[in-house]
């Protein structure tokens, strides 16, 4: 019988003689709240679907909520983030005072802590990576800003320009307070229960869309988001040899390639999407892909989700990798085509 922990981190090592372990996870509205409520509803999910690696996928939102933003857990309004009663961040100026937090004292990062803790226990034969979102992605979620660019969910009237061009030396403050807080949060995820930690396998660091479709260039990536990006990214090493760290870069255009370095085991992208290579992509990281995400809607084609399936394994043969829808499912889900996934396992 396959260790199926072990023998994820045998396909991070490139030493695996296992074809993909198989994986999906989605936002579970309603169990978010609470951490023995959201462990509980993570575990009951994977356990559904007989997931062979672990991906938790908490609220979205839970990083604005440390840092002040204030939403309805009652009122979903049909999506997937709770409604806004009220942004942290609502003038350039309030950047000023997005300052560095204690991830143990403050009681939305101790219930995530907690909530891994118990998914840890519970799912002790697989490996587990909590969802860890840049400090750039952070900062626009605290201001309400959009994640991806063209999205029309949030509600601020700042700009990206008012929140950070404009002022850079206030923007670089609050992104260094940031990540050195999700730095934190990361070893401790990351440590042994032994040494006080949750003990996970690794983060699943999520880029969301600030890098995608020209949202930051090159140039404003290397200056906003990179030098953040790596004070969590070596956290995650320096706290643990061991863990891994699974970077996503998500929609179009999301150029893997600038993520493909050190520190990065594992890369997530949507080959389906424009300006986006395949899976057989020439990188040193291994990459995490499969059918596209909005496939596994109720009304989604489960012919085409296998298809797809069979063709990202052939593009991958003799190279181990993850195999996962290629973004978050939806919500809900269709049954056929998660049955799909979970049935294309290895033995």
Request: a negative charge; proline letters at 6%; aromatic letters at 10%.
């Amino acid at each position: 019988m396959v260790n199926r922990r072990a023998d994820f981190h045998a396909i991070v090592n490139h030493q695996s003689r296992t074809p993909y372990l198989v994986s999906a996870w989605q936002h579970l509205v309603g169990h978010e709240y609470g951490a023995e409520e959201f462990a509980k509803a993570t575990i009951d999910f994977v356990n559904r679907w007989d997931w062979e690696w672990v991906k938790i996928n908490p609220r979205a939102i839970y990083y604005a909520e440390a840092w002040g933003s204030r939403y309805d857990r009652n009122d979903y309004a049909g999506f997937v983030l709770p409604k806004k009663i009220g942004a942290a961040i609502t003038e350039p100026d309030d950047v000023r005072g997005v300052k560095e937090l204690d991830v143990r004292d403050n009681e939305y990062f101790a219930e995530a802590l907690a909530a891994a803790a118990l998914i840890r226990h519970g799912l002790e034969d697989r490996a587990v990576l909590q969802t860890v979102f840049s400090p750039l992605s952070v900062l626009l979620q605290i201001a309400d800003l959009p994640l991806y660019p063209g999205d029309d969910y949030a509600t601020a009237t700042l700009r990206v320009e008012d929140l950070i061009f404009n002022q850079p030396g206030v923007a670089k403050l609050a992104l260094a307070n940031i990540a050195r807080t999700l730095a934190s949060y990361a070893r401790a995820l990351v440590r042994p229960e032994s040494e006080g930690g949750a003990g996970l396998d690794g983060v699943f660091y999520a880029l969301t869309g600030t890098v995608s479709e020209g949202y930051f260039d090159a140039q404003r990536y290397l200056e906003f988001s990179e030098p953040y990006d790596r004070i969590v990214i070596d956290a995650v090493h320096r706290a643990n040899p061991d863990a891994v760290v699974l970077l996503h870069t998500c929609r179009a255009e999301s150029h893997p390639n600038w993520f493909d370095v050190k520190g990065v085991d594992l890369l997530q992208w949507d080959q389906y999407q424009p300006g986006n290579p395949q899976v057989d992509a020439d990188l040193t990281a291994v990459p995490v892909a499969g059918a596209p995400y909005d496939l596994f809607a109720p009304d989604g084609d489960v012919e085409q989700v296998r298809r797809e399936l069979a063709k990202t394994s052939a593009l991958r043969t003799g190279k181990p990798f993850l195999l996962a829808p290629s973004c978050t499912v939806p919500t809900p889900a269709g049954d056929e085509a998660l049955q799909a996934l979970s049935d294309i396992r290895v033995g």
